[in-house]
Every structure is written in structure tokens, then in C-alpha cells.
């Protein structure tokens, strides 16, 4: 997909909190969109296979000092990705994240220290302020991760992780 509909996609996810340019502005000074955007720019030339470095390694490690927050350009993320808040959140560099997802702060995505593969994480998933997500893990789509659980098995799409370690809880569907 094409760089600049990416990116459009991750701008439109501020939409969510209005249509004002206020709104927009705010949006695009945040930590997690520059941090994004960082990211998005050296993913591009990674899937190209044009060299970066070491150019890369010091604005990524320039980023993480700013925004405290981690994403490799190795790392799978898909388009319309929002990070809420500052900081703490650590992408591993093989996680895979599908489109539309939500981050809150302090937020891993990590492996088992250096074994047990990395996350995999569906389509429309939010996950809480805190949340760790650690090994070969799959979480569905439209799933819920709730703050502060630690999650260490997969999750089927429509459900709800909390606690530590994380148990899985079915949504139920809002009645409106």
C-alpha cells in the first residue's frame, strides 16, 4: 500500500475526537503520531530494501528519548494505528499489527526474553494502559486488552483479556 494512504489512514484516526482542526493539530504533535511517523518513513525504505543506517539508529534512539516509545522499522503495522498518550510503549521488532488498532502508554509487545517468539495482533484491537503482551501469542480481531494484563495465550477475536495473568471474558453486544 501506498506510503502517503498510510499515513492518511493513521491521520484520519483523529477524526474520532472531532472534525476541527484543533483537533487535527493536537493530533499531529503527538508523541505517538511523530513516533509513528518516524516508523511509517523508515518502513518505507526497509520494504524497499534501501539502507538506512546508521542515519536510522540515531533517530529512532532520538525518538525513543523524546516519545518513549520503541517501534523497529522491521516490525508489521498496519494502517490507521493510533497511540494514545506518552510514552512506555515497546514494540518488538517482529510483532505483526493489523489495521485501525489502538496503543495506550505503556503498552509491550514483546517476546519471552529473547525466546518464545512475538505477538500477533488482529485488526480493531485496543489495548489498555499497561497491558503486556509477551511470546506467540495471536490476539483476534476487535478485541479488548484490558489496563495492566498481562496476556500469555492467544485470544479468539471478540473478546476481552484483563487481569494478571489475563482471563479471557466474551463481549456482549450493546443494545442501542
Known amino acids: 500500500m501506498s506510503f502517503w494512504l498510510v499515513l492518511k489512514a493513521d491521520i484520519e484516526r ?10 487535527l493539530v493536537r493530533g499531529l504533535l503527538s508523541q505517538g503520531f511523530q513516533a509513528l511517523l518516524v516508523y511509517r518513513i523508515f ?4 520494504e524497499r530494501g534501501i539502507p538506512t543506517q546508521p542515519v536510522r539508529f540515531f533517530i529512532e534512539r532520538l525518538t525513543e528519548m523524546m516519545t518513549g516509545i520503541s517501534i523497529p522499522a522491521e516490525a508489521q503495522i498496519g494502517k490507521g494505528l493510533r497511540i494514545h498518550h506518552f510514552g512506555g510503549i515497546i514494540i518488538h521488532s ?14 509491550t509487545l514483546g517476546d519471552l526474553g529473547g525466546w518464545g517468539g ?3 495482533i488482529g485488526s480493531h484491537v485496543v489495548i489498555g494502559a499497561g497491558a503486556k503482551i509477551l511470546g506467540e501469542v495471536e490476539i483476534g480481531h476487535h478485541c479488548r486488552i484490558g489496563a495492566n494484563a498481562v496476556v500469555r495465550t492467544s485470544i479468539p477475536p471478540h473478546c476481552t ?8 471474558k ?7
Open 14 to 23: 483523529f477524526r474520532e475526537d472531532g472534525t476541527d482542526l484543533r483537533t
Open 161 to 168: 483479556a484483563v487481569g494478571v495473568p489475563a482471563v479471557v
Open 43 to 46: 518502513r518505507w525504505f526497509h
Open 94 to 107: 517482529q510483532a505483526i499489527i493489523g489495521e485501525k488498532c489502538t496503543l495506550y502508554h505503556g503498552v
Open 170 to 176: 466474551e463481549r456482549v453486544a450493546r443494545v442501542r
Open 118 to 120: 512475538t505477538p500477533r
